[in-house]
C-alpha cells in the first residue's frame, strides 16, 4: 500500500531533550515536506525537500532540523525541544514534476514537550 | 498562494448531497483549485482539484464558477465518515514556488444520521 509512515505516533518528552520523527514514503517521491498544526493556526509548513540533500525552510524551520541522506526518509529533528514546540506533526509527499501537486500525508504524530 | 474564504461550519444530513463553497476572488489564471479533507486524528487527504471545468471522481464533484472567483465542492450523498474538515487552497503551478498548498481554516463538515 503507498503511504506515508510516520513514528513515533505519540511522544511526551521533556525541555532539551533532543529528539527525532521519522518519516518514511515508499511511493519513490521526490519531494517531501513538514507540517505542524495547532489550533486556529491551520498546517504549517516546518521544511521540505524537493530531492536527497536537497532541504529549505519552509514557514516556521526555528528550532527544528531535517535531513535528506534517502529519498525515501525525511527525519525532522528538535536539537533542544521546548514547549512551543508541543503540536501535531504531519510529514506529506509527493511526485515531481507534477501539475496537479497531490500530497499524500503521514498519520501525524503528536509531541507533548513539557 | 492566494487567498480563499470558507464557511466555518456546516452541517448536513446523511444520504443528502452537501455543498461546501469557497470564495476566491484573488485566483490568477494558473492557479489550480485543490480540495483535502481532514478526517479526526488523521492526516488530510487529496479530494480534488480543477482549474477551469468541472470535475468528477470517486469521492465528490467539483464545480468552478465560470469566473473561477468561487467554487463548490459536492458531496453526493453524506455519511458520518464524511465528517471532516474540508480545505480549499489555491495553487499556482507556474509561478508557485516549491513551498506546499497553503492550509487555512477550512469548514468543519458535521453529518447527522
Known amino acids: 500500500e503507498a503511504q506515508v509512515t510516520q513514528n513515533p505516533r505519540y511522544l511526551i518528552t521533556v525541555t532539551g531533550k533532543k529528539l527525532t520523527v521519522t518519516c518514511s514514503q515508499n511511493m519513490n517521491h521526490e519531494y517531501m515536506s513538514w507540517y505542524r498544526q495547532d489550533p486556529g493556526l491551520g498546517l504549517r509548513q516546518i521544511y521540505y525537500?524537493?530531492?536527497?540533500?536537497?532541504?529549505d525552510k519552509g514557514d516556521v524551520p526555528e528550532g527544528y532540523k531535517v535531513s535528506r541522506k534517502e529519498k525515501r526518509n525525511f527525519p525532522l529533528i528538535l536539537e533542544s525541544p521546548s514547549p512551543n514546540q508541543t503540536s501535531l506533526y504531519f510529514c506529506?509527499?509527493?511526485?515531481?514534476?507534477?501539475?496537479?501537486?497531490?500530497?499524500?500525508f503521514g498519520a501525524g504524530s503528536r509531541l507533548t514537550v513539557l | 498562494d492566494a487567498k480563499t474564504t470558507q464557511p466555518n461550519s456546516m452541517e448536513s444530513n446523511e444520504e443528502e448531497p452537501v455543498h461546501l463553497p469557497c470564495n476566491h476572488s484573488?485566483?490568477?489564471?494558473?492557479?489550480?483549485i485543490h480540495w483535502y479533507r481532514q478526517l479526526p486524528s488523521q492526516g488530510p487527504e487529496y479530494v480534488i482539484h480543477?482549474?477551469?471545468s468541472n470535475v468528477n471522481n470517486r469521492m465528490a464533484s467539483l464545480a468552478i464558477a465560470e469566473d473561477r472567483k468561487s467554487s463548490t465542492l459536492i458531496l453526493h450523498r453524506a455519511t458520518l465518515r464524511d465528517a471532516a474538515v474540508y480545505y480549499c487552497i489555491l495553487r499556482d503551478v507556474v509561478r508557485g514556488s516549491a513551498r506546499q498548498l497553503t492550509f487555512g481554516s477550512g469548514t468543519q463538515l458535521t453529518v447527522l444520521p
Open positions: 484573488t485566483i490568477s489564471g494558473t492557479d489550480y
Open positions: 525537500s524537493m530531492n536527497v540533500e536537497v532541504t
Open positions: 506529506a509527499s509527493r511526485p515531481i514534476p507534477t501539475g496537479a501537486n497531490v500530497l499524500t
Open positions: 480543477g482549474l477551469t
